[in-house]
């Protein structure tokens, strides 16, 4: 089954500092691999994702994310964030048909973002 | 233009009684997803479908019941709630989310959520 970690629970950071969030997946085989952002009561939306191509994914608000495939990580990056960025963010992980075609979420990371 | 919305955004309810939650998308998905987050904010699949069809149903007590009357809507019943059952409930949909070949794992995308509060 497939089966996703996120190092970091909690993240506090200023703001203009950088943020990299660790994000490992469990499955051997080929996946597609997403970000998710939740703002403080809002629901969840897509940063970015990776499908195929290119390991290294540029998504919205700066963000970016690289896949490691020998290390099964998939790491979300911002160079410089905002006040604006604090939320929770979520990888998630889908193994398609043979693993139940299921969107699999680790357990989250908060950041909070101090001006 | 909401893309999926549930009603309602707030329920509270007596513990033993029945409740539900309706979803609908207006994105012509093909497929659609109850999440439950919990209080840690832990993010779990509990039903898809596809086309009004169940295809997913993780390890969920039978008191939960979704019902897709037709694939632009589904919705979740729940009996004899518990105060376990207190959490944030999510809608999704995906354009596909069966396909099985490259590109599957479509985006899906979520409804504001649905918090449940039970007494």
């Known amino acids: 089954a497939q089966s996703v970690s996120q190092h970091n629970h909690h993240v506090i950071l200023s703001e203009a500092a950088s943020l990299e969030l660790g994000c490992n997946y469990s499955?051997?085989?080929?996946?597609?691999l997403f970000w998710y952002v939740q703002y403080p009561g809002q629901h969840l939306q897509l940063l970015l994702k990776?499908?195929?191509?290119?390991?290294l994914v540029k998504g919205i608000k700066g963000f970016e994310a690289e896949f490691i495939k020998s290390k099964f990580s998939f790491n979300l990056r911002k160079p410089s964030v905002q006040w604006s960025d604090t939320a929770e963010y979520f990888c998630?992980?889908?193994?398609?048909?043979?693993?139940?075609?299921?969107?699999?979420f680790g357990g989250g990371t908060r950041v909070l973002v101090k001006p | 233009d909401t893309a999926v919305s549930q009603t309602p955004k707030y329920l509270v309810t007596q513990m033993g009684n029945d409740k539900s939650i309706k979803c609908e998308q207006n994105?012509?998905?093909?497929?659609m997803y109850w999440y439950k987050q919990d209080s840690k904010k832990f993010l779990k699949i509990m039903f898809s479908?596809?086309?009004?069809?169940?295809?997913i149903n993780e390890t969920v007590p039978n008191r939960f019941s979704p019902k897709s009357p037709d694939k632009a809507h589904l919705n979740l019943h729940i009996n004899s709630l518990e105060l376990g059952d207190s959490a944030v409930y999510f809608c999704?949909?995906?354009?596909?989310?069966?396909?099985?070949?490259?590109?599957?794992?479509?985006?899906?995308?979520f409804g504001p959520g649905t918090r449940l509060t039970v007494l």
């Open positions: 479908y596809n086309n009004k069809e169940l295809i």
């Open positions: 998630a992980v889908n193994a398609g048909k043979a693993a139940g075609n299921k969107l699999t």
């Open positions: 990776y499908f195929s191509g290119d390991p």
């Open positions: 999704a949909s995906s354009p596909r989310g069966l396909a099985g070949g490259p590109g599957f794992g479509d985006t899906q995308y």
């Open positions: 499955y051997g085989g080929t996946v597609n």
């Open positions: 994105l012509g998905h093909d497929t």
